[in-house]
């Protein structure tokens, strides 16, 4: 079993930075995958990035130049660094961590609401 815990998020202006903070504890010597994922209102879980065990990373076109992932597998944490927020990019922010079987395991959620 995995459990993952995020911090950060709230409000900002648009143009604003905020930092997302995820780590993970338990069985995680068996986590491939962590990163980022985000539901705005009304609207489906998205991808926003993804860190691979291997080290490349993945972004959603739309977050592309703004938003950068950080990983420390040796403390099992995964980062999301927001800038030149919009207020599209307003959502409940979800850590990701996928083990060795595929399996997911999800944080509680983190609010992000990006004013105009």
């Known amino acids: 079993q995995v459990q993952v815990v995020e911090s950060g998020g709230g409000l900002v202006q648009a143009g604003g930075s905020l930092r997302l903070s995820c780590a993970a504890s338990?069985?995680?010597?068996?986590?491939?995958?962590m990163g980022w994922y985000r539901q705005p209102p009304g609207k489906q879980r998205e991808l926003v990035a993804t860190?691979?065990?291997?080290?490349?990373?993945v972004y959603a076109d739309s977050v592309k130049g703004r938003f950068t992932i950080s990983r420390d597998n040796a403390k099992h944490t995964v980062d999301l660094q927001m800038n030149s927020l919009k207020p599209e990019d307003t959502a409940v922010y979800y850590c990701r961590a996928e083990d060795w079987y595929f399996y997911n395991y999800w944080g509680q959620g983190t609010q992000v609401t990006v004013s105009s």
């Open positions: 860190s691979r065990v291997d080290g490349t990373t």
């Open positions: 338990g069985s995680t010597f068996s986590i491939n995958d």
